[in-house]
């Protein structure tokens, strides 16, 4: 049984890899007011530099983590909108929770959902994927989202992005890498997991958003398939 924590919220992370389509999944989504997925902070891309911070137990470092990476948000170029968040607020609140960037991440995306009165919180930093086991020990209620495309197209698609290499074998690689992380996932918690092939979301969007809203606890509307 998932276990529910004191916060009456869902969080969901959508997986495994950008260039799947996310982004079509996440604006539909967004059309029931229960939901909430702000633009992603794609923490995956700050994780070289946590190693500068020290020893989180220290509170000073941690406190200054928490500091860098609310104004990471802050300096998006895509704001989260209507959303102000305190740093000392969140770590007052995380403090005494497993120490980890991850932690400070979903508390903002947490703080903000709840500002929106959401009830499902999704976070669509896909390559989060090789950090699963870490936030599941964290988050035991977690869902995942697991949006897989046609491997040719989105290679094409990741050959052409800046935030990928621009080399074929070694976006395959990449692609290969975070599948199999889903797999191991899904083999330890077939449950927690919806795989969303997105080509059958393409061909069939009404049934699969209706299946995927089931899953999140979400109730679907029509309103979802007008997202032009």
């Known amino acids: 049984m998932v276990k529910k924590t004191e916060r009456p919220l869902q969080p969901v992370m959508m997986v495994p890899l950008r260039r799947c389509g996310s982004h079509a999944i996440r604006l539909r989504l967004s059309l029931n007011k229960d939901f909430y997925s702000p633009y992603p902070l794609h923490i995956v891309d700050f994780m070289p530099l946590l190693s500068l911070y020290g020893d989180l137990n220290e509170d000073e470092n941690y406190f200054q983590l928490v500091v860098d990476v609310v104004g990471l948000q802050s300096l998006s170029i895509v704001k989260w909108e209507g959303i102000s968040l305190d740093p000392l607020v969140i770590f007052e609140r995380i403090k005494d929770k497993p120490r980890s960037v991850h932690s400070i991440t979903w508390e903002m995306l947490i703080e903000s959902g709840e500002a929106k009165k959401a009830h499902v919180i999704m976070d669509k930093s896909l390559d989060n994927i090789h950090y ?17 495309r046609d491997p040719r197209a989105q290679v094409n698609s990741m050959n052409k992005a800046i935030i990928h290499e621009f080399d074929t074998l070694l976006n395959t690689q990449i692609l290969v890498r975070a599948y199999d992380a889903v797999q191991r996932l899904i083999e330890a918690h077939p449950e927690r997991v919806f795989t969303l092939r997105f080509e059958d979301f393409l061909t069939e969007p009404k049934e699969n958003l209706k299946n995927l809203c089931h899953f999140l606890g979400l109730k ?3 309103q979802m398939l007008e997202i032009g």
Do not use: A
């Open 132 to 148: 699963w086991e870490e936030i599941i020990k964290i988050f035991p209620e977690m869902l995942f989202i697991n949006l897989v």
């Open 220 to 222: 679907y509307s029509d």
